[in-house]
């Protein structure tokens, strides 16, 4: 029986100076690439083969197994091969690379040179968003002492095998955590989505053959090299192996990153974080970012797996655990999610530009008490001209929130215009919430 | 939070216009870390607002030059992103995170707060008093990656964790008086064009600072600490994947 938290990625961010290569590898860091490097592992193909039999699938939010991703790599085309880490995390609620690569970057780096070795790229990029300064000092002083040490560089220990890095900073877009418009950020364009196919592992960047992975991702690949597949796919679910950092915000005791086996419940979560904040109750939740439609205190004990999540009617995403009491109003949330949406819409496809900018009016509307009935009906029909008609999935994100806080909340939506206004106090919800202050 | 700091902080000086020498060699050097130069440009652009404190029409001509690019092209690149900025920044750029969790934990009753105690409207400069060493700009942030830390600020790009409009307050106050002020996860708060210096790639030596995270990033592992609690121990697993594991 695996224990109830498994800690993996953040299991050296208590140790000294754990962002310092000496101390990574005083806690057995650089273990998986020496081991990768040796000839008798059996080369990339055999980390290919580890990571596809480990069951990996992607931890940036869509679930697609890693090893096979690398799979589509041609191998017989003449271009270069590039590698480029995804860590523009950005989804709202997602706060999981952030830490790991302030606390152990190294465990990153480690991971980015045996992919790079997997799909035999001899150049790698880290595209870390611009906003988080700290962080990028640490991956940046990370690259430096991996090549300080012959991690990174020419002939990495003797293995006839060259890798350099650049570490990247975005420089403010949300859309750039998409792999196509990240692509064309790194490219130094506007960060707007391509057209697929062909697919990045085809045609990515500078059209060549590109492997873009999340952060979660490729921190995962030093333990499944080090540990074996069949020890990754020890843990987890049947078609969701592994272990996964689920971060915890909002209304609750104790926020913060948990690291377990997929298919943990949130009740166990909430259990482990001290329970929700003051005693109240939890009101609703998202699993894996505001894009992941939200869920309620009836989706306590659905198992946190990409199967589970998704049978509940959501997504297992990012693994954002946003938790909102009932001192929240689902519209005024709902609302400001959409606001986001509207903002962050990189304005190339027409339903969601201008479908995003429709929302918010209607919603805005309903918030202030000035709508109607009819108005519920409009905002799910906008819904349904926008879902499934752009290239990227940040339309199908924004109408998310939208059309899962009618499907639970719809009566409080009716309330805001029966009443003339929002029947909430917002000072309720705060972290400093005066004595006394109620729901309603 | 704000611990007080003797360090001084440099008198911002009139804002050359012209991109010197040494600036079109560090534009170049950024471009020729990419196998294809224009890849180079979002650091060259954040280059650009350390050298000039925003993104001037004398830098989008240079990053042009550097690059064989129209000016068209590089100002339709800058334009596009967010924290490229238009008109001057502060020494300090203020961002309150107003986004869904951040807001409803107190991020707009903050953002609220300090609009009212600088006197200023989002992406506004407040203005500068005869006691003030440096001058802060506000503005309100998506969702910055510190969910758990909620309600959050950032200034220059530094996590501050945890506020509420009181320590906001204060925190402003700090800045502009020059106290000097320690990200909670970080260093002490540099210039925001010192900021951007190490965004486009000009590593300040500084990633020693501060903690690996605070309390919310380790509190899991302190569980599972206390409990006893691992990944299993890989001699302990069969060596061969069980039958359906592939996928």
Redesign the interface.
């Given at each position: 029986m695996?224990?109830?938290?498994?800690?993996?990625l953040?299991?050296n961010?208590?140790?000294d100076?754990?962002?310092?290569l000496a101390s990574y590898e005083a806690q057995g860091g650089y273990a998986g690439l020496k081991k990768a490097l040796a000839p008798e592992f059996g080369g990339p193909d055999a980390v290919v083969s580890a990571v596809?039999?480990?069951?990996l699938?992607g931890r940036g939010g869509a679930g697609f197994?890693t090893g096979?991703k690398w799979g589509f790599i041609p191998q017989d085309n003449p271009k270069?091969k590039y590698l480029v880490v995804n860590a523009d995390?950005?989804?709202?609620?997602?706060?999981k690379?952030?830490?790991l690569m302030?606390?152990?970057p190294h465990t990153l780096v480690e991971g980015v040179i045996i992919s790079s070795f997997a799909i035999r790229a001899n150049?790698a990029f880290i595209y870390i968003?611009?906003?988080?300064?700290?962080v990028?000092?640490?991956v940046?002083?990370a690259v430096?002492e991996a090549y300080l040490a012959g991690h990174l560089g020419k002939n990495i220990h003797g293995s006839g095998y060259d890798l350099d890095v650049?570490?990247?900073?975005?420089?403010?877009?949300?859309i750039c955590g998409e792999e196509t418009a990240l692509l064309e950020?790194?490219?130094?364009?506007?960060?707007q989505p391509r057209l697929r196919p062909p697919f990045p592992a085809v045609a990515g960047l500078?059209a060549s053959p590109t492997v873009i992975n999340n952060v979660e991702s490729i921190a995962s690949v030093p333990s499944i090299i080090?540990?074996?597949?069949?020890?990754f796919?020890?843990?987890g679910t049947?078609?969701s192996?592994g272990?996964g950092i689920?971060?915890?915000?909002?209304?609750v005791t104790?926020?913060?990153?948990?690291?377990?086996p997929l298919g943990i419940t949130l009740r166990t979560l909430i259990d482990?974080?001290g329970g929700m904040r003051g005693g109240r109750q939890l009101k609703f939740w998202t699993p894996g970012g505001?894009s992941t439609p939200m869920l309620t205190a009836e989706h306590l004990d659905v198992p946190l797996d990409f199967e589970g999540v998704g049978a509940a009617g959501s997504m297992l995403g990012t693994r954002?655990l946003?938790l909102?009491d009932e001192t929240?109003c689902a519209v005024?949330?709902t609302l400001?999610?959409t606001e986001?949406y509207k903002?962050?819409s990189?304005g190339k496809c027409t339903p969601c530009r201008e479908g995003t900018w429709w929302l918010v009016q209607t919603l805005a509307r309903l918030e202030k008490g000035q709508g109607s009935e009819a108005d519920l009906d409009l905002l799910l029909d906008q819904c349904d001209n926008i879902l499934g008609r752009s290239f990227c999935a940040l339309a199908d994100g924004a109408v998310s929130p939208i059309q899962s806080s009618i499907q639970y909340f719809r009566d409080e939506f009716v309330e805001h215009f029966t009443s003339g206004g929002c029947p909430f106090d917002?000072?309720a919800?705060?972290?400093?919430a005066p004595a006394g202050a109620s729901a309603s | 939070m704000s611990t007080p700091m003797s360090t001084p902080i440099s008198v911002p000086v009139t804002t050359p216009t012209v991109i010197d020498d040494t600036t079109y060699a560090e534009l170049r050097e950024i471009a020729a870390?990419?196998?294809?130069a224009?890849?180079?440009?979002?650091?060259m652009?954040?280059l650009v607002q350390s050298v000039h404190g925003r993104v001037t029409p004398e830098g989008i001509e240079a990053c042009a030059e550097v690059?064989g690019l129209s000016a068209a092209e590089v100002s339709?690149?800058a334009t596009?992103?967010?924290?490229?900025k238009r008109k001057p920044v502060g020494d300090y750029l203020v961002?309150v995170c107003?986004?869904?969790?951040c807001?409803?934990?107190?991020g707009?009753?903050i953002f609220d707060r300090l609009k009212e105690h600088l006197d200023v409207g989002n992406d506004e400069t407040a203005e500068r008093r005869p006691q003030d060493a440096a001058t802060v700009s506000l503005e309100h942030?998506?969702?910055?990656?510190?969910?758990?830390?909620?309600?959050v600020v950032?200034v220059?790009?530094?996590?501050m964790d945890?506020q509420?409009?009181e320590s906001a307050t204060q925190l402003v106050d700090d800045l502009r008086t020059g106290a000097g002020v320690r990200?909670t996860?970080?260093?002490r708060i540099c210039s925001w064009r010192q900021?951007e210096r190490?965004?486009?790639?000009f590593?300040?030596g500084?990633?020693?600072?501060?903690p690996?995270?605070g309390?919310?990033?380790?509190?899991?592992?302190?569980?599972?600490?206390d409990?006893?609690?691992?990944?299993?121990d890989?001699a302990s697993?069969?060596?061969?994947?069980?039958e359906?594991?592939?996928?």
């Open positions: 695996t224990d109830t938290l498994t800690p993996v953040t299991r961010w208590d140790a100076r754990s962002w310092t596809k039999d480990s069951g699938r197994p096979m270069p995390e950005s989804e709202p609620g997602t706060c690379d952030i830490p302030m606390a152990s150049q968003r611009g906003e988080v300064l700290h990028i000092r640490r940046q002083r430096q650049v570490v990247h900073a975005g420089a403010g877009a949300y950020g790194l490219e130094g364009r506007r960060g500078y080090d540990n074996g597949a069949a020890w796919s020890s843990m049947e078609r192996k272990f689920f971060s915890l915000s909002g209304h104790n926020p913060g990153q948990y690291e377990a482990l974080a505001s954002a946003q909102f929240v005024r949330a400001r999610w986001f903002h962050e990189c917002p000072a919800s705060t972290l400093f | 870390r990419y196998p294809q224009r890849s180079g440009l979002l650091p652009l954040h690059l339709g690149v596009f992103y967010t924290m490229f961002g107003t986004n869904t969790l807001a409803v934990m107190g707009d009753a942030i998506e969702c910055n990656a510190a969910c758990d830390y909620a309600p950032m220059n790009w530094e996590f945890n509420t409009p990200s996860r970080g260093p900021a190490v965004l486009a790639g590593n300040d500084q990633a020693d600072e501060g690996a995270g309390a919310p990033t380790m509190h899991g592992l302190g569980i599972a600490r409990r006893g609690w691992t990944a299993p890989p697993v069969p060596a061969q994947p069980q359906g594991d592939s996928k």
